[in-house]
C-alpha cells in the first residue's frame, strides 16, 4: 500500500502526507490552502436519457484531443464505483488552480461545448468503497473502461499490486506543455471573436479598373486613411 501512496503522491498530490485534510467521507483535497494543485480530475458521470456508454465516449474523446492536440501524455482513467468515470491528468509542478479552471472552461469552450467537465477540487483516492453504492471505485486500464458502462464500480477491493501497475508508468504534463497549451486556447478565442478581415482587391483587378470606392475599401482595410490631391490646370 506504500508503494501505491507514493505513486499517487509523485502524480496527484501537492507535497506531504497522502491524507492530510482527508475529510468524514474519506476524500482528500487536491488543492492546497494556498490555492495550487498538481492534479486535474475531470468527472464524467451517466446522463440520464443518454446512450448507455455516452460518458465513456465523451471521455475517451476527450483524453485523445488532450492528447493528439496538446501533446499531453496519457492520463489514468478510474471508475467512481457508482456509475461514472474519472478522467486523472498529472502536473509535474504545482500549478494555479485558477489556470486549471481556465484551462477546462477554456478547452470545453473551444472543443466540447456539449459537455460540462466538472472537475473534482476533493476525491477519495483508488481503491476506495463508494458507501452510497456499496462498489469499490478503482483504477481501471482504458481497454476494459466500455466494460464498466452500466456500472462503474467492483464488487470487492482491487488488488493493490494491479492498481499500482496501472500508475507507475504514468507521466506527468511538464509545467511548458500545460502553458503551451494554455495559450494556446486564448490565442484561439482571441482570433473567435476577432472580427472578420476586410477582403482585398481582387489579385485580377488591374488598378486602373478599380473603382474610387474600391480604392478606399481596400485602403480603409489597411487602416490608412486616404487622402487625394488635385492638380488643377495652370497650376504646378
Known amino acids: 500500500m506504500e508503494k501505491l501512496f507514493a505513486q499517487l503522491a509523485r502524480l496527484y498530490l501537492m507535497p506531504g502526507p497522502p491524507h492530510t485534510g482527508q475529510d468524514a467521507h474519506g476524500r482528500v483535497p487536491l488543492v492546497s490552502d494556498d490555492g495550487l494543485s498538481r492534479a486535474v480530475v475531470i468527472d464524467f458521470p451517466k446522463l440520464r436519457g443518454s446512450e448507455p456508454d455516452q460518458h465513456w465516449q465523451n471521455l475517451c474523446t476527450v483524453a485523445n484531443t488532450l492528447q493528439e492536440r496538446f501533446g499531453y501524455p496519457a492520463p489514468a482513467v478510474s471508475i467512481d464505483g457508482a456509475t461514472g468515470y474519472r478522467l ?11 489556470d486549471v479552471r481556465r484551462f477546462v472552461a477554456m478547452l470545453r469552450e473551444r472543443h466540447f461545448p456539449d459537455l460540462e467537465l466538472a472537475i473534482s477540487e476533493q476525491v ?113
Open 88 to 98: 486523472w491528468l498529472s502536473l509535474a509542478e504545482p500549478t494555479p488552480e485558477g
Open 124 to 236: 477519495q483516492l483508488p481503491p476506495a468503497l463508494n458507501t452510497t453504492s456499496g462498489k469499490w471505485a478503482a483504477f481501471i486500464h482504458p481497454g476494459m473502461g466500455a466494460s464498466f458502462a452500466e456500472e462503474a464500480g467492483l464488487e470487492i477491493e482491487p488488488p493493490v499490486h494491479a492498481q499500482l501497475a496501472f500508475l507507475e508508468g504514468l507521466e506527468s504534463i511538464d509545467k511548458a506543455t500545460f502553458l503551451d497549451a494554455l495559450v494556446s486556447l486564448k490565442q484561439n478565442d482571441a482570433m473567435a471573436e476577432a472580427p472578420p478581415a476586410a477582403p482585398p482587391l481582387a489579385a485580377e483587378l488591374l488598378l486602373k479598373d478599380a473603382t474610387l470606392e474600391d480604392i478606399v475599401r481596400h485602403l480603409h482595410a489597411m487602416h490608412i486613411e486616404p487622402t487625394f490631391r488635385h492638380l488643377l490646370p495652370g497650376r504646378d
